[in-house]
C-alpha cells in the first residue's frame, strides 16, 4: 500500500525516530497524518511506548496495525532511502595467485602475508575452501590449512557449530533456489513457550552452518505442509510460526518482519512468499460476498496486526471482490455438490510467477497480482506451475492438461495416466520436462512415473517409488537435478534411486542408495542428495553414493551434561548428544568437551560456520577436545572459559557433593513465596510483558488485602510497572479494605490512586480501570463520582477481542464496592455473552461461591450456551452443595465420586493447606523419578511437581523447585509458576483470582 493518499494515524510513543519528523516525511510523500483513528483511517501505526489499549470501534477493525520498525522501513522505501551500494572490498588474496598456488609451503606463504581483515565470506570462501580441498586430497591435512583455520578464527569470522538444534521432530523443510541451502524447521513438541528452531545447512558440505532458536511458537505444525519457503534470491526465508503467524527472516537468523492477519486460526494457514521476499499472499478469510478470499500484505519490516475478516468494502490488501461472471458460476456450482472437489473462493496452495505479476493456486487458478483480480479458473484436483511461469499442469477426472499459465487455455491434453498424486516439473530447461507420480492401482504393489518433455508423454514405468498422496507434510519423493538430465525417487524398498534422463523416452538406472525411512529426497549443489524424515538427514553424493553427513537429530544420552542448571541455559544450543550415550558441548572459538578418542565422530558433525553461510572443515584447525568443564576452566582463554571459571566453585560441589534430601523441610512461609514471585519479575521486559506484570501483581494484591496485610499488598501495587495498572491495583486494594472495616488503610490505598490520576492517559481508562476507580469512590462514600466512572466503563465495554471479559471485570468491581444494582443491570445486558463458556467464567463464579453471592451465581449459571466449568463444580462440593452439583453438573461427564464425596461431608479445606507426612512421600517419589529424566526434558515435569507441592502446602519444595526453572526473560518460565503456586495455596487453583 503506497502512503500518498493514504490517511495515517500515529499511536503511542516512538523510540528510533521523532513523531515530528516521521509526520513531517509522511506528508511529504502524500499521506495524511490525522489525530485519531476514524472510519477513514488506512493505516495506524503504533509506537512501542504505547501500553495502553488503542480506542476501537468496529468499523475500526479493518485497519492495518504497524509497528515502528515498519514505519521507518516503510518511509525508507518510498524516499529510496536504501544504504548506498559499497564497491567491493579489495580481495584478501589476489584469485590468480591462490589458483597458482600449487604446493603446500607455497600456498601457507601465500595466506600468512594476505590482508585477511578484507576476507569476505561470500566472495572468499568458495575459492579458498575448494583451494585448499584441492591441496589436501594432494597431501593431507597441512600447515596452510591450519593457518587459514586460524586467521579465520582471529578475525571472528567463524563460529564452532553442531548439527543437534532440533530438541523435537523436524516438521518442515524447503530446499533454496539455488540448491545451495537447506532449511529445516521443528515444533515445539511439549513446551510451546520453549519456541522452535530453524537451521540453515549447506548442502554441499553436508553441515549445518546457523541454528536460530526459540523461534516464537515454534514452526509450522505436525502435517503441515510449506511452512518454510525462500526468496527467490535465496537471501530470506519465509516461516508459518505461532500458530498463524508468518514471518520473514534474513541469512543469519534476524527476523525482519511478522504478520499476524488470520484473527486467531488455530493452524497455520496457507501462504506463498513473493520472489522478491517482501510481500506474501496469505490464505485468510475476509468478509467477502463470494470474491476472492485472502490477501498480500508488506513482509519487509517490522509487524503487521490486521482482521482482514471485517473489511466490507475494498481494500488494497485484499484480493478482488469482483469475479468474472464465469468464475463465479463454477465457483457457485462446486459449492451445490457435497461430495465434489471443493475449493472454495481461495487460491489453494498458493505460489507466484517467477517475475511476481501473478498468483497461482493447486486449484488452477490464476489470479493477477496487481489488480488482485482472477484472469482464469479451470478447476480441478491439483495442479502446478512450471518454473518458468510459462505453463500449469493440472488434473482433473479427465487426465492430466498442460495450460497456457496466462490464459489458462489449454495447450495439450488430456493424458490418461491413472490418478495422478505429485507433479514434479524440471528446473533450468528451456524445454518444460515434467515427471507425474501415479499410485499403485488394485493389487499392484509399485506406482507409475510418466515423464512428459515438452508437450509429449515419452516414458511411463511402473516403479516401487514412494510418492503416495495421502502422506502430509513436506514429503517429496522426487527431485530432478538442475537442468532436468538426472533425477532421484524414493522407493517404498527404503531407497533412493537416481535415474539419467539424456534421453527421456529412454532413462536409465545409475546408482541405488539406501534411504531408510526418508520420506524426502531433495538434489542440491554439487549434485547432493539430501534424504530425511522427522529426525535423520543424510547427505549423498550422487555421483559416487559418498554419504558426506548423516544425522539423527532426537538422541538423548542417559548421563549428566557437561554442565547443569543455571549453567546449561547459559550455554543454551552448545550442548549436543555425541552419539546414544555421551554428551559434548562446544566452547567458543576452537574447542570442545567431549570423550576422549571422539575425534573422528567431531570431525563427521561438527564445522565452524563462516559467516552463516558456509561450512570449514573441523579437520583443518586444531580443534581442542577437553574431557570436562573444570578442565575446559582451566586451559580456555576465551570468553566461555571466563564463565566456566565463575562457576568452578559450583560445578565442583556440584561434582563432589551427595545429593540433598528432598524435600527440604517446610519452614518457609508465603512471605517468603511472595518475595520470591516478586524477584521472579525483576529480569522482565516491561514492554513485553508489562499486561501479565500488572495482571499478577493487581490478583496477588488483593489476595493479601483479603488476608489483611495491607502493608503487603501495597508493596505489590508499588512493583507494577505503568501508573494506570498501579491506580487500578491500588483501587482495588482500597476497596477490598474498607469492606473489611480496615478504614485508614483503605484511605492510603485510595490516596495513591487519586495521586495517580494525572499520570495515565485517559485512554488508558478502559473498563476495567474504569470500573475499578468508580468502586474505590464508592467505597470512600463518593458516589456520584463513582457513578460517573461506572457510567464511562461501561460505555468502555469494547467488541473487541471479547466484550464478555469487560463485562465480567465491570461487574467485579461494582460487586465489591456492593452496588448488586448495577451488577443486576449489566448481568440482564446479554448482548456481549459468548455462545459458550469463557475464560473467566471460572474464577468469576468461584468468586460468587465462595462470597455467598448464590443468587447471582444462580442467575450466571442461567445464561443461554454456557457451561459449568469444573473448578465451580469444585468449589460446590468443598461447600457441601451434593443437590446443586448434581443439577449443575449432570451434563459434566468428569464429575464423579470424588466430587461428591466431599460434597456429602461438607467440610471446605483449610487454605493454605499444610502437608501431610503422606504428602511429603509422594513428593520425594516424584522428585526422584525427576532425577532419572535426562535434564534437557525436566521443565515441564519440574513445573508439575511444583504444582504438586503448591497442592499440598509445601512451601519451601515450591521455592526450592523455582530455583530450577530457567530464567529466559520468559514470563512463562519461572514468574508463571511462582504465582501459579501462589494462587493453588491460596484457591487450589492456578489461575489468578478475583
Not at 489470479?367 to 502446478?384: C, I, L, N, Q, S
Not at 523441610?665 to 521486559?685: C, H, I, K, V, Y
Not at 530450577?964 to 495455596?985: C, K, Q, T, V
Request: aromatic share 8%.
Amino acid at each position: 500500500m503506497k502512503l500518498r493518499g493514504r490517511t495515517v494515524v500515529l499511536y503511542g510513543e516512538f523510540w528510533e525516530i521523532e513523531r515530528e519528523s516521521a509526520v513531517r516525511r509522511l506528508r511529504a510523500l502524500g499521506a495524511r497524518v490525522a489525530q485519531d483513528a476514524t472510519e477513514e483511517t488506512d493505516l495506524i501505526f503504533l509506537g512501542p511506548g504505547e501500553s495502553g489499549p488503542i480506542p476501537r470501534n468496529d468499523a475500526m477493525l479493518r485497519t492495518p496495525y504497524f509497528d515502528e520498525e515498519a514505519l521507518i522501513g516503510m518511509l525508507e522505501r518510498e524516499e529510496g532511502g536504501a544504504a548506498p551500494v559499497e564497491a567491493p572490498p579489495r580481495p584478501f588474496v589476489p584469485a590468480a595467485e591462490l589458483a597458482e598456488a600449487q604446493a603446500s609451503h607455497d600456498l601457507y606463504s601465500l595466506l600468512d602475508g594476505a590482508d585477511w581483515s578484507a576476507f569476505a565470506p561470500a566472495r572468499d570462501v568458495p575459492p579458498l575452501r575448494a583451494r585448499l580441498a584441492e591441496l589436501e586430497r594432494a597431501e593431507g591435512v597441512t600447515d596452510a590449512h591450519r593457518l587459514a583455520t586460524r586467521r579465520l578464527i582471529d578475525t571472528g569470522a567463524a563460529r564452532l557449530q553442531h548439527p543437534y538444534g532440533h530438541d523435537t521432530e523436524i516438521v518442515a523443510h524447503a530446499m533454496s533456489p539455488d540448491g545451495r541451502y537447506l532449511a529445516t524447521g521443528s515444533w515445539v513438541g511439549d513446551d510451546y513457550d520453549a519456541g522452535g528452531v530453524l537451521q540453515i545447512w549447506e548442502v554441499a558440505a553436508g553441515r549445518c552452518v546457523n541454528t536460530v532458536r526459540r523461534i516464537d511458537g515454534g514452526i509450522g505444525w505436525p502435517g503441515y505442509e510449506r511452512t518454510i519457503q525462500w526468496s527467490a534470491d535465496s537471501s530470506r526465508i519465509a516461516l508459518a510460526h505461532s500458530t498463524n503467524m508468518v514471518g520473514v527472516w534474513s541469512f543469519d537468523g534476524e527476523r525482519l518482519a511478522t504478520i499476524s492477519v488470520s484473527d486467531g486460526n488455530s493452524r497455520p494457514s496457507q501462504f506463498a512468499l513473493s520472489p522478491d521476499g517482501r510481500s506474501v499472499y496469505y490464505h485468510c478469510g475476509t468478509n467477502g460476498d463470494g470474491g476472492l478470499q485472502g490477501c498480500v500484505v508488506p513482509l519487509e519490516h517490522g509487524h503487521l496486526n490486521w482482521l482482514p475478516n471485517h473489511v466490507e468494502t475494498d481494500h488494497p490488501y485484499l484480493m478482488a471482490r469482483r469475479l468474472p461472471e464465469s468464475v463465479r458460476a463454477r465457483f457457485a456450482e462446486l459449492e451445490r455438490y457435497e461430495d465434489d472437489w471443493k475449493v472454495g473462493q481461495w487460491i489453494e496452495d498458493p505460489e507466484w510467477s517467477p517475475d511476481g505479476t501473478r498468483l497461482f493456486g493447486g486449484n488452477a487458478i490464476g489470479v493477477d497480482a496487481a489488480t488482485r483480480e482472477v484472469v482464469w479458473y479451470a478447476p480441478g484436483k491439483f495442479a502446478r506451475l512450471s518454473p518458468d511461469g510459462r505453463t500449469v499442469a493440472a488434473v482433473t477426472r479427465r487426465g492430466l492438461f498442460l495450460r497456457d499459465a496466462s490464459t489458462g487455455r489449454i495447450r495439450c491434453g488430456p493424458f490418461a495416466l491413472g490418478g495422478p498424486v505429485s507433479l514434479h516439473w524440471a528446473p533450468g530447461r528451456a524445454a518444460d520436462r515434467l515427471a507425474v507420480l501415479t499410485p499403485p492401482t488394485g493389487t499392484a504393489e509399485t506406482g507409475g512415473v510418466h515423464i512428459l518433455d515438452g508437450e509429449r508423454l515419452v516414458f511411463s514405468a511402473r516403479i516401487p517409488h514412494a510418492g503416495w498422496g495421502d502422506r502430509e507434510g513436506d514429503r517429496n519423493a522426487w527431485a530432478w537435478a538442475p537442468g532436468g538430465e538426472r533425477a532421484a525417487f524414493l522407493t517404498i524398498e527404503g531407497t533412493a534411486e537416481v535415474w539419467s534422463f539424456a534421453d527421456p523416452a529412454d532413462p536409465r538406472p545409475v546408482r541405488s542408495v539406501p534411504a531408510g525411512g526418508a520420506d524426502a529426497v531433495y538434489w542440491g549443489a554439487d549434485d547432493t542428495l539430501v534424504l530425511l524424515d522427522d529426525a535423520v538427514m543424510q547427505f549423498v553424493k550422487a555421483e559416487t553414493g559418498e554419504v558426506v553427513g548423516d544425522f539423527y537429530s532426537l538422541y538423548v544420552p542417559p548421563g549428566p551434561r557437561p554442565v547443569e542448571d543455571d549453567l546449561a541455559e547459559e550455554f543454551e544450543g552448545r550442548i549436543f548428544a555425541l552419539g546414544e550415550d555421551d554428551w559434548a558441548m562446544t566452547l567458543q572459538p576452537d574447542a570442545v568437551i567431549a570423550p576422549e578418542g571422539r575425534e573422528e565422530e567431531l570431525d563427521a558433525l561438527l564445522t565452524w560456520g563462516i559467516g552463516w553461510r558456509h561450512a570449514w572443515p573441523v579437520r583443518w584447525g586444531e580443534l581442542r577436545v577437553l574431557p570436562g568443564a573444570l578442565a575446559a576452566a582451566d586451559v580456555l582463554d576465551s570468553e566461555d572459559g571466563e564463565i566456566l571459571r565463575e562457576y568452578r566453585e559450583e560445578l565442583e560441589e556440584a561434582d563432589a557433593g551427595a545429593p540433598a534430601e528432598w524435600p527440604p523441610p517446610n519452614t518457609a512461609t508465603m512471605d517468603d513465596l511472595f518475595e520470591a514471585a516478586r524477584d521472579s519479575l525483576a529480569g522482565l521486559d516491561r514492554y513485553s510483558w508489562g499486561s501479565h506484570i500488572a495482571d499478577h501483581l493487581r490478583a496477588a494484591a488483593r489476595l493479601r488485602a483479603r488476608h489483611g496485610e495491607p502493608e503487603a499488598a501495597m508493596a505489590l501495587v508499588g512493583d507494577i510497572p505503568e501508573p494506570a495498572g498501579r491506580l487500578a491495583a491500588a483501587s482495588d486494594v482500597a476497596v477490598v479494605l474498607a469492606r473489611a472495616g480496615d478504614v485508614p488503610s483503605a484511605r492510603n490505598a485510595f490516596s495513591l490512586a487519586r495521586s495517580l490520576m494525572p499520570s495515565v492517559d485517559q485512554k488508558m481508562f478502559d473498563a476495567d480501570r474504569s470500573a475499578s476507580f468508580g468502586a474505590a469512590c464508592q467505597a470512600m462514600g463518593d458516589t456520584s463520582t463513582a457513578e460517573q466512572w461506572f457510567r464511562h466503563a461501561r460505555a468502555a465495554i469494547t467488541i473487541e477481542p471479547n466484550p464478555w471479559q469487560d463485562h465480567i471485570a465491570v461487574m467485579h468491581s461494582m460487586l465489591e464496592c456492593g452496588r448488586d444494582d448495577l451488577v443486576r443491570a449489566l448481568l440482564d445486558d446479554r448482548s456481549g455473552h459468548p455462545h459458550g463458556s469463557f475464560f473467566w467464567d471460572a474464577e468469576w463464579l468461584v468468586h460468587l461461591l465462595r462470597t455467598g453471592r448464590f443468587d447471582l451465581a444462580r442467575e450466571f449459571q442461567d445464561l443461554p450456551g454456557w457451561d459449568v466449568p469444573y473448578e465451580v463444580l469444585t468449589v460446590l462440593a468443598e461447600l457441601g452443595f451434593a443437590d446443586l452439583l448434581e443439577t449443575w453438573g449432570d451434563h459434566n461427564w468428569a464429575v464423579g465420586d470424588e466430587l461428591f464425596e466431599p460434597a456429602r461431608r461438607g467440610t471446605p479445606p483449610v487454605r493454605p493447606p499444610a502437608p501431610t507426612d503422606q504428602d511429603v512421600r509422594e513428593l520425594a517419589e516424584r522428585y526422584a523419578r525427576i532425577q532419572g529424566i535426562p535434564h534437557s526434558q525436566r521443565r515441564r515435569p519440574i513445573e508439575e511437581l511444583i504444582r504438586a507441592a503448591a497442592e499440598r502446602g509445601h512451601i519451601s519444595a515450591v521455592l526450592d523447585l523455582l530455583e530450577r526453572l530457567p530464567e529466559r526473560g520468559d514470563f512463562n518460565d519461572r514468574p508463571s509458576a511462582a504465582f501459579g503456586a501462589i494462587w493453588l495455596l491460596f484457591t487450589g487453583f492456578d489461575r489468578p483470582p478475583f
